[in-house]
């Protein structure tokens, strides 16, 4: 018995031993940082002015719910993240329930669609930019020299009205394919008897697809969901790159400015509170998305 | 015991990884010895500032000197040296900056050198008379010079005389017309501007209206239209006047009728781009983008005149220069380095004659080749420097949207003036 306890704690020791250097780097590099910040948000903090920190209680979280670019980009945010979410979950399930379908060379097109996650999404929004630029870009070329309907090109990202529409579009075509690949796996894991079964019964594919596939990826649309969420509030790079928040601030998103105040007007203190009530809206958006895919479960 | 044992490890553990993550390699300078000098910059200020060939033509004559160039990624990261500089190391001893607005950071906490008094710089044929005016002032902070000017340029319109030859705006011997106000300029783009089927084929004229440029254009054609960009206080930005008014109602018309495009709005390089590729007119941007435009177009296609008033009131002039950090151990080889080389004659007139950039001292203005220089020359001696707001970054960032939205109509004229002038007000002037 003895010989047994010692050589769980000896084991158990083991473990420890090898779990320390991630342990120490998930210390230095996240759950420092994290303190720090959240130090940060509760001072008056210019991180090239102010010698140290300076308490100031919540007066920053009050200052941004006052901030109107704040609020603006807080507003431009929802817009982006609603419409991406919907739009990433319901396009890449189609697409998984299609090459979950297709029996020919899946491969081929898994690849296809796949393929844009390995373009960084900076570069795609690079050449978006050209593609959507409104004298001489690729779109209205086509639309107006192609299709000889030059009444319909347009200033795609010079119009508020379209602008966010281009950046949501390009991110959906940068993730869809992580999407679908998450669904697919989701769909793959199904057991071949449920499915065998609906077959032998006389299911339709449509009745098969909402009675037995849809109910039994609750853990897909956990996992889909939460990195949906998650890509869709802290979206940066393609308004950065794409727009630069403009025209105006039409397109101007949380992180932009988080950045801004933290990089360009080094207000560290007043950033890491934008920062964590953007995290507190994350997490929230997050156990949402958990709670409903756990009740459909149930 | 075992459980502290097993604590104490953590807590060496994190001491190890905090200690790798902060160390830096130090250089160990000797006078007589190897040394190195770290050089940083933009990727662009490394092409076109020659700061290669001056790194090897310097190490062909120092032997004993090795140089390191390295860049960084945009022009806030440099913020990010602060950290090293303030516990008293660097991982580079001399730092090319796009201006004093991005120097300023560094000067409450005293991290770097002022080239006046404690570098002593200016002395014999690089006394401050031998610099253009301009590129000093867009060096100083709090009246040191914090900054050493390395090139210097200025807001302009870069025109392809083909397309003004074919709408007539030009003069007997075929030089391109000057407009001499800004109603003008619009009938100017007005005419040059050419559709077909709907779709634009030439664009009349770009300004550089971007989120990034934005700020550079209002100080150039405030200061074209008035002379100075301040009110009577000497530090406050003055945009209540008839003049401004002016301008900015022109521009809004030149919108509406599709003349003036707003593609640099959201793309900084949609004016040039359009330039290289022959589809545009005017372009109200930095003037050596004339190099560019005569790289694809031919000499003969491109020049370079004024916007409406800054061949009186002048322009907006800004630059790169050099600051040096105290954390760096070799700072007097980087004041050789930069004495010797980048103050060469290879160094400024390369820059000038291949990219367009003017050279920081004036004795090289003579050595330009092509005749536009004589234009930016004239316009960069009567313009002024960039304003020293501790916080410009915000006036750079806050303006644009302001003036966007005006442009698309959703502010009218007098709100987008006091939106102006509440932000003017608002920015901190302790630097000035």
Redesign the interface.
């Known amino acids: 018995m003895k010989t047994s306890l010692s050589y769980r704690q000896s084991k158990a ?1 083991m473990g ?2 090898f779990t ?2 991630g ?3 998930v ?3 996240m759950i420092y940082p994290l303190i720090t910040s959240f130090y940060y948000s509760f001072s008056d903090y210019n ?3 102010s010698l140290r920190p300076k308490l100031n209680g919540i007066k920053n979280y009050i200052a941004a719910f006052k901030d109107p ?1 704040f609020l603006l980009s807080m507003k431009n945010t929802f817009v982006f993240a609603t419409f991406y979410f919907l739009i990433v979950m319901i396009f890449g399930l189609i697409v998984a329930l299609l090459l979950f379908y297709y029996k020919g060379n899946s491969y081929l097109f898994k690849t296809m669609i796949f393929m844009p996650i390995v373009v960084p999404l900076s570069l795609a929004s690079i050449l978006f ?1 050209w593609i959507f ?4 870009g690729l779109l ?1 070329y086509i639309i ?2 192609v299709f ?1 309907l ?2 319909l ?1 347009f ?1 795609w ?2 119009h ?1 009205s379209t ?1 966010m529409v281009a950046i949501i579009s390009v991110t959906i075509w940068s993730s869809v394919g992580f999407i679908a690949i998450l669904f697919l796996a989701g769909l793959q894991s199904i057991s071949t008897e449920i499915l065998e079964a609906a077959l032998i019964d006389g299911a339709s594919t449509r009745r098969t697809i909402f009675s037995i596939i849809l109910p039994n990826l609750h853990e897909t649309y956990i996992i889909a969901g939460i990195w949906a969420i998650l890509r869709g509030m802290k979206i940066y790079a393609p308004p950065m790159v ?8 039409a397109t ?1 998103v949380m992180y932009m400015h988080i950045y ?1 105040n933290a ?4 207000e560290m203190g007043y950033a890491s509170a934008l920062g964590f009530i953007l995290s507190i809206i994350v997490l929230f958006f997050s156990y949402l998305n958990m709670r409903l895919s756990t009740e459909k479960e149930g | 015991m075992k459980r502290r044992i097993l604590v104490l490890l953590l807590i060496a553990c994190v001491g190890v990884t905090l200690f790798a993550a902060g160390a830096k390699e130090a250089s160990v300078p000797s006078a007589d010895g190897p040394q190195t000098l770290r050089i940083t910059g933009l990727s662009w200020h490394i092409e076109k500032i020659f700061v290669e060939e001056a790194a090897k033509a310097f190490m062909q004559d120092h032997p004993n000197v090795n140089i390191e160039i390295s860049t960084y990624a945009e022009p806030s990261v440099v913020s990010n040296y602060a950290i090293d500089w303030a516990r008293g190391r660097t991982p580079v001893d001399i730092a090319i900056v796009s201006g004093a607005q991005f120097a300023a950071q560094f000067v409450p906490k005293d991290l770097i050198y002022d080239f006046d008094s404690e570098l002593n710089f200016f002395t014999g044929e690089f006394d401050k008379s031998a610099f253009a005016g301009v590129g000093l002032d867009n060096g100083q902070i709090t009246g040191k010079q914090y900054v050493l000017p390395l090139i210097n340029e200025t807001y302009a319109v870069v025109v392809n005389t083909q397309m003004f030859k074919e709408a007539g705006l030009v003069d007997a011997k075929g030089m391109p017309l000057i407009p001499n106000t800004w109603e003008e300029f619009y009938q100017f783009a007005k005419k040059l501007h050419k559709t077909s089927s709907g779709s634009v084929v030439q664009q009349g004229a770009s300004i550089q209206w971007s989120s990034v440029n934005f700020y550079a254009t209002i100080l150039s054609v405030l200061r074209g239209a008035l002379g100075d960009i301040y009110k009577a206080d000497g530090v406050t930005l003055n945009f209540d006047n008839p003049e401004f008014r002016e301008i900015l109602r022109v521009w809004r018309q030149g919108v509406v009728d599709g003349v003036f495009t707003k593609e640099m709005y959201v793309d900084n390089m949609a004016g040039r781009n359009s330039l290289m590729a022959g589809k545009l007119a005017m372009l109200l941007d930095a003037g050596g983008r004339f190099i560019e435009g005569e790289q694809t177009l031919g000499e003969e296609n491109v020049y370079v005149i004024p916007f409406p008033g800054a061949d009186t009131g002048g322009s907006f002039g800004f630059g790169a220069g050099i600051i040096i950090p105290k954390a760096s151990p070799v700072a007097d080889l980087a004041v050789q380095f930069i004495k010797e080389q980048m103050m060469s004659e290879m160094v400024q007139t390369g820059t000038v004659n291949v990219y367009g950039k003017m050279p920081a001292m004036l004795k090289y203005y003579d050595l330009a080749e092509a005749p536009e220089w004589g234009v930016l020359k004239d316009i960069a001696n009567k313009s002024g420097a960039i304003p020293p707001y501790a916080d410009f970054a915000r006036f750079q960032k806050e303006a644009p949207p302001i003036l966007q939205n005006f442009l698309d109509g959703r502010l009218d004229l007098e709100r987008t003036i006091s939106e102006l002038d509440r932000l003017a007000i608002s920015l901190d002037k302790s630097l000035f």
């Open positions: 020791r420890l031993l320390l250097p342990l120490c780097f210390t230095v590099y991180f090239v002015y670019i930019n630029s409104e004298n001489f209205n107006g020299s000889h030059p009444q090109t200033g990202l010079t508020r602008a794409m727009t630069g928040g403009a025209p105006g601030n101007r801004d990089f360009e007007y080094f």
